[in-house]
């Protein structure tokens, strides 16, 4: 998209038809977020928090970043470096995730550093480096999607949550391909399929390892692809075949007839493809869940082939570049792995510091978030909202709140920045320059269109401020280019090479981009399309990995007898901070709300618009009932993007995915009370 000023002054978003990834589609939250530039609505001065009355008032940009950089060092020096936390974003560029990393492991020395992104894609990244030894959200290009033969779209509400990316599943079923659609609920995606099916919360696992059981027994598995292109198949199907369709029936609910057809659909054509998102991959058991599907591509050989594949679909606006250049708290820029000597080393020198400098791993987002106030007394948080979108919210509020010092760098005064002893407003997607890398692989250069309002800095000022106040007046740039050009020689031969993309490049090619990995060098063309001659392990061979089903950390019982999932809508984003405060997003989604069915609504004696609390061991939420018979009767659905009363994360079980760390957002138990 691109920005005009209309005759009337303001700003507008104008479509680029010729954009090879939406062409030109965009969604009401696109076509409404100038709305979020005006200074009616977004921070435009530096807030601290008055050390007399507790209140935020105005203050210089000098006051704030020298509170900041004073708490910081006071914290150091009387407790130690990982005292100081630093909480990222998906949706930072690939710069500011850069420095942002950079900033915590050589300006402050801190092992404590996540970011909300490990909330959305952290298992699916998990289960594709297990099985192909890489994780790009999609191997191949979104154009691909209309040519192969059918796809399953697992947990995915995408015409709701990337309404432009449903054109593509349209163009597939107008082009004679299937779509398979497995949600517990009917939603809009879900009307568009040719086969639904509705499994029980949680159960998503058994489901897939269902339909390898079925592929099996009817033979359909392809013998010679997985001889040539892949190890561990024996135990993965052993692991399979203890889920037969019976009995998984029992398990999700899904009728065998159901499975069988799935099974005939995926397996008739001579290309398919599985696309999860976070449906099954927000759940403590959600890498075994994604590897089930993933086992399900193999068998059949469907990756590393054209037009067919395993894929995971990204939840933020630069959820694929976010979790690769080192904000997460166990890799280096490069996707490198922090516990690597050699990725150490070439990242060090890079920085030019010593390599056993470097902290090692610190926590996962909910253990750092869990750990405030403890052992974590200061944390600097940028482009996150944990206290609407972390599960267990309220006891991330309470922790929150317990912080020695919080400085947040926002553009708009979220829930949690309310929390905060420094409020640092910063510049967002149309003011600044920098580089993103969406769900495909394809890193992106996003111009600056308009001037930030007078009194706002970017992410990279702030940065370069605290460093610059804690001994390190170099090595933390402001431009975005010059931080580019060091991301590039830092991922320098890592999984996530971007050595060969420049700006001028991404100039040139007209906004088009370019896949990673691109090595530097005269042939560094990009890569849309992985795997096909090999995958990325050590023998080049994809793994499959047995796993079985296991229940979900908290059950449906007698005092909490219906399950809880979550998810988003159409006319709000995440947490709700910017989205929440555009008038015509607003009149269509204007607050939270809980789906039940009718016959859940009939026992419970409540109709539609009435309002409903639902109750975890957790907590209490409250929001109006909306009666529907497109969800099971023995779950309610409730949106996240709200705080207070009707907070759905107040609700949310933290139990944690034993490899991934991603918390069980998908499935806990709760009881319906009217109110």
């Not at 959305?120 to 290009?141: I, N, T």
């Not at 010679?224 to 029936?249: D, Q």
């Not at 708290?329 to 990725?343: E, F, I, M, N, V």
């Not at 988003?568 to 995440?574: G, H, K, P, S």
Request: with cysteine.
């Amino acid at each position: 998209m691109g920005l005009t000023t209309p005759p009337g002054g303001g700003v507008e978003v104008v479509e680029r038809a010729g954009f090879p990834v939406n062409r030109g589609a965009l969604c009401g939250k696109g076509r409404t977020a100038p709305a979020v530039l005006s200074s009616r609505v977004r921070l435009t001065e530096p807030l601290v928090r008055s050390r007399a009355t507790g209140t935020l008032t105005p203050a210089t940009w000098e006051e704030a970043l020298d509170r900041i950089a004073e708490e910081l060092s006071r914290t150091r020096k009387e407790h130690g470096a990982d005292a100081c936390g630093v909480f990222g974003g998906g949706g930072l560029t690939n710069e500011k995730a850069y420095a942002l990393g950079k900033f915590a492991r050589v300006a402050l020395g801190t092992s404590q550093i996540d970011y909300n992104g490990r909330f959305c894609m952290s298992s699916a990244a998990a289960a594709g480096q297990r099985a192909f030894g890489l994780d790009r959200g999609l191997p191949f290009p979104l154009e691909d999607i209309p040519r192969t033969g059918c796809v399953i779209l697992v947990g995915s509400n995408l015409a709701e949550t990337m309404p432009p990316a449903l054109r593509y599943l349209t163009e597939l079923r107008a082009n004679g391909g299937t779509l398979i659609v497995i949600d517990p609920r009917r939603t809009r995606t879900a009307e568009q399929a040719d086969l639904h099916l509705a499994p029980r919360p949680g159960t998503d696992l058994a489901l897939a390892l269902g339909l390898l059981h079925l592929v099996v027994a009817e033979g359909r598995t392809d013998d010679a692809y997985i001889e040539e292109r892949t190890s561990g198949w024996e135990e993965a199907r052993a692991a399979a075949m203890a889920h037969w369709p019976e009995h998984v029936e029992r398990i999700t609910g899904v009728a065998v007839p159901q499975l069988r057809e799935a099974v005939r659909l995926f397996c008739d054509v001579d290309d398919a493809m599985v696309l999860t998102a976070r449906g099954p991959e927000q759940q403590a058991k959600g890498t075994d869940t994604v590897g089930a599907w993933i086992n399900l591509c193999l068998a059949t050989g469907r990756a590393g082939r054209p037009l067919s594949g395993y894929g995971c679909l990204t939840g933020q606006g630069n959820g694929q570049g976010g979790r690769e250049h080192g904000q997460k708290a166990d890799q280096l820029p490069g996707y490198r792995k922090l516990t690597d000597p050699a990725a150490r080393a070439h990242v060090a020198g890079v920085w030019g510091v010593d390599p056993d400098s470097l902290p090692g791993p610190g926590r996962s987002a909910y253990e750092l978030l869990d750990a405030l106030g403890g052992d974590i007394k200061t944390l600097l948080l940028m482009g996150s909202n944990p206290v609407v979108s972390a599960p267990r919210a309220a006891h991330v509020e309470e922790r929150l709140r317990s912080l020695d010092f919080l400085a947040v760098a926002d553009v708009v005064l979220s829930e949690t920045a309310q929390l905060a002893d420094v409020v640092l407003p910063v510049t967002q997607w149309a003011e600044e320059t920098g580089t993103v890398t969406n769900l495909e692989g394809r890193v992106l250069l996003r111009r600056r269109a308009v001037s930030a309002p007078v009194g706002v800095r970017s992410d990279l000022d702030v940065l370069h401020g605290i460093a610059a106040r804690l001994g390190h007046g170099t090595g933390f740039p402001t431009e975005p280019e010059e931080v580019f050009e060091e991301l590039r020689r830092a991922s320098a031969g890592g999984p996530a090479d971007y050595s060969g993309i420049s700006y001028e490049r991404l100039r040139e090619n007209d906004g088009e981009g370019v896949f990673w990995p691109c090595p530097a060098g005269p042939a560094a063309e990009g890569t849309p399309r992985l795997f096909l001659d090999r995958f990325a392990t050590e023998d080049g061979r994809a793994r499959f990995v047995p796993v079985v089903h296991r229940a979900a950390a908290e059950e449906p019982d007698a005092e909490y007898p219906v399950l809880l999932t979550t998810g988003r809508v159409l006319a709000q984003y995440q947490s709700g901070a910017q989205t929440r405060r555009v008038d015509e997003l607003n009149s269509a989604a204007p607050g939270p709300f809980v789906e039940l069915h009718p016959r859940l609504a009939a026992r419970l004696g409540v109709g539609e618009d009435d309002p409903v609390a639902v109750v975890s061991r957790r907590g209490r939420a409250v929001a109006p009932a909306r009666v529907t018979s497109a969800i099971r009767a023995d779950t309610v659905f409730m949106p996240f993007h709200w705080p207070g009363e009707g907070r759905a994360n107040t609700l949310t079980h933290p139990a944690l995915d034993p490899v991934s760390r991603m918390p069980e957002f998908k499935v806990c138990a709760v009881r319906l009370e009217r109110v």
